[in-house]
T-cell receptor
Framework: KAGVTQTPRYLIKTRGQQVTLSCSPI?????VSWYQQTPGQGLQFLFE???????NKGNFPGRFSGRQFSNSRSEMNVSTLELGDSALYLC??????????????FGPGTRLTVL | DQQVKQNSPSLSVQEGRISILNCDYT??????FLWYKKYPAEGPTFLIS?????DKNEDGRFTVFLNKSAKHLSLHIVPSQPGDSAVYFC??????????????FGKGTKLSVKP
């Protein structure tokens, strides 16, 4: 069974631009979560989608948004990029959302660099 | 306010010895705990988990212990191997109001196993 795939793996953008990252979950998984990893803050939760609906959102500004499609694939978008948005963006999938109900499996991440 | 803390940023052990990685949490509503291993340029890989109704879970060389009264969990790796060298993240979640199961991560402990 294929794992979580994320595209692109690497991205370089300049301040003020916008970016869209894509995530395909493990086949059969319907829940997708997004995390941001930076050296200073570790892994921080961005948002979670289940059945095309955002179930939960972390403490990030409105420039960060996402969506999920009917095939469970998800995209996240960051508008008006800032230097501080440079990070590894990780996508995780699970069968269903919720703590003990489903372990999350991570993709390799997209490394975003904002110049 | 960090809800999940890994107070040791790094740990070095000799091959064949035991590695003990520690994690403390503050939120008593967490009911599920996970350990992830992460190599550079890859996403976190699920290692082992434990539900709050248990105090120990074992999987091969990896054992996780949970002390709910102390809000403390630890990961034991016995015997440690050079391939275990990676960053280990502790994560917690709980289906309580406003959470809906997203993972809260510690900042990680970098384990180095020396031959």
């Amino acid at each position: 069974k294929a794992g979580v795939t994320q595209t692109p793996r690497y991205l370089i953008k300049t301040r003020g631009q916008q970016v869209t990252l894509s995530c395909s979950p493990i086949s059969g998984h319907r829940s997708v979560s997004w995390y941001q990893q930076t050296p200073g803050q570790g892994l921080q939760f961005l948002f979670e989608y289940f059945s095309e609906t955002q179930r939960n959102k972390g403490n990030f500004p409105g420039r960060f948004s996402g969506r999920q499609f009917s095939n469970s694939r998800s995209e996240m978008n960051v508008s008006t990029l800032e230097l501080g948005d440079s990070a590894l963006y990780l996508c995780a999938s699970s069968l269903v959302p919720g703590s003990s109900k489903g372990t999350q499996y991570f993709g390799p991440g997209t490394r975003l660099t904002v110049l | 306010d960090q809800q999940v803390k890994q107070n040791s940023p790094s740990l070095s052990v000799q091959e064949g010895r035991i590695s003990i990685l520690n994690c403390d949490y503050t939120n008593s509503m967490f009911d599920y705990f996970l350990w992830y291993k992460k190599y550079p340029a890859e996403g976190p890989t699920f290692l082992i988990s434990i539900s709050s109704i248990k105090d120990k879970n074992e999987d091969g060389r990896f054992t996780v212990f949970l002390n709910k009264s102390a809000k403390h969990l630890s990961l034991h790796i016995v015997p440690s191997q050079p391939g275990d060298s990676a960053v280990y993240f502790c994560a917690a979640s709980g289906d309580y109001g406003g959470s809906q199961g997203n993972l809260i991560f510690g900042k990680g402990t970098k384990l180095s196993v020396k031959p």
